[in-house]
T-cell receptor, first 119, second 114 residues
Framework: DTGVSQDPRHKITKRGQNVTFRCDPISEHNRLYWYRQTLGQGPEFLTYFQNEAQLEKSRLLSDRFSAERPKGSFSTLEIQRTEQGDSAMYLC?????????????????FGPGTRLTVL | GESVGLHLPTLSVQEGDNSIINCAYSNSASDYFIWYKQESGKGPQFIID?????DKRQGQRVTVLLNKTVKHLSLQIAATQPGDSAVYFCAENLHNFGNEKLTFGTGTRLTIIP
């Protein structure tokens, strides 16, 4: 499977615990994104990387959240001291920016997500 | 509570008929738009995209129409099949301004009636 993969697919944790999720993007993609999706809503942007550089962070990303992409390939998203409000699907996407004519495309391919439940 | 988010706009279509899903986007400066399909328990799946210098783009069984005057997108699915049942999201992007995030709409649940 050459798509975006995420691990684990499901995580149940108790409030106050730390959790870490992993995302493996499509191999040649230089951009990697994290989104959060709650039930019945569209995904909400959290942060994105171009290669290993974290270029943008949403205000949704509190100081309990940290994301890394150390070698410009896979990425991890850590949530410290989880709260019940953190329960959501955490989605990873990747893209390869390419220039065409006057601008660039940003077609993002999503992984299956990690569903987090905080008890 | 969570139940509010469960009340997605819904569209029920007879198998074989055409369906049209509408989306109002928020930012007049957005220059790139994507339609995604999301099945239960899965991540969003890319369907079709369109740049703001176009008003129509066709794919296999799908057509996206863009009306920048009223900030409106539509997705037309021809000859719907049971596998088309899913939640459909439109997303907008402002990438020409260095902002690479996708902003998603609320979503529409499409149900195909056999």
């Amino acid at each position: 499977d050459t798509g975006v993969s995420q691990d684990p697919r499901h995580k149940i944790t108790k409030r106050g615990q730390n959790v870490t999720f992993r995302c493996d993007p499509i191999s040649e993609h230089n951009r990697l994104y994290w989104y959060r999706q709650t039930l019945g809503q569209g995904p909400e942007f959290l942060t994105y990387f171009q290669n290993e550089a974290q270029l943008e962070k949403s205000r949704l990303l509190s100081d309990r959240f940290s994301a890394e992409r150390p070698k410009g390939s896979f990425s991890t998203l850590e949530i410290q001291r989880t709260e019940q409000g953190d329960s959501a699907m955490y989605l990873c996407a990747s893209s390869l920016e390419w220039q065409i004519y006057q601008g660039s495309y940003n077609e993002q391919f999503f992984g299956p997500g990690t569903r987090l439940t905080v008890l | 509570g969570e139940s509010v988010g469960l009340h997605l706009p819904t569209l029920s279509v007879q198998e074989g008929d055409n369906s049209i899903i509408n989306c109002a986007y928020s930012n007049s400066a957005s220059d790139y738009f994507i339609w995604y399909k999301q099945e239960s328990g899965k991540g969003p799946q890319f369907i079709i995209d369109i740049r703001s210098n176009m008003d129509k783009r066709q794919g296999q069984r799908v057509t996206v129409l863009l009306n920048k005057t009223v900030k409106h997108l539509s997705l037309q699915i021809a000859a719907t099949q049971p596998g088309d049942s899913a939640v459909y999201f439109c997303a907008e992007n402002l990438h020409n301004f260095g902002n690479e995030k996708l902003t998603f709409g609320t979503g529409t649940r499409l149900t195909i009636i056999p």
